[in-house]
């Protein structure tokens, strides 16, 4: 399983309810599915970051009743949350082509 570096979880969370509103247990699953159970999120680490990123307005929360007829509460994400997300993975996107600039790097090539 990997690390997730620090910072990525808001990332990993905002991309997961983009796809739909999903309450606290779905968005843990989603991610799992997502990446092939490559990244597992631990709930002690998620429920804060829901609450932290629905008291910066980039999710909103509301509560519903999930598939097994459970109360949940499920989170959607904000105009302003989408605006995060597209400013995220830009960020991440430009990262990831800079880490594997310098790991393909040869003597040759300096």
């Not at 631990?42 to 980039?58: N, T």
């Amino acid at each position: 399983m990997a690390q997730l570096l620090p910072g990525t979880l808001d990332l990993l969370i905002l991309k997961a309810v983009s796809l739909e509103p999903q309450h606290g247990y779905g968005i843990l699953v989603r991610i799992g599915q997502i990446s092939a159970g490559a990244l597992r999120i631990e709930q002690g680490a998620l429920y804060p970051a829901l609450y932290r990123l629905v008291r910066r307005g980039w999710l909103t929360a509301r509560w519903g009743v999930s598939d097994n007829n459970q109360r949940a509460k499920f989170y959607a994400l904000t105009a302003t949350g989408r605006k995060r997300l597209r400013e995220e993975t830009a960020d991440w996107e430009q990262l990831v082509e800079a880490m594997g600039a310098v790991l393909r790097a040869s003597r040759e090539e300096l």
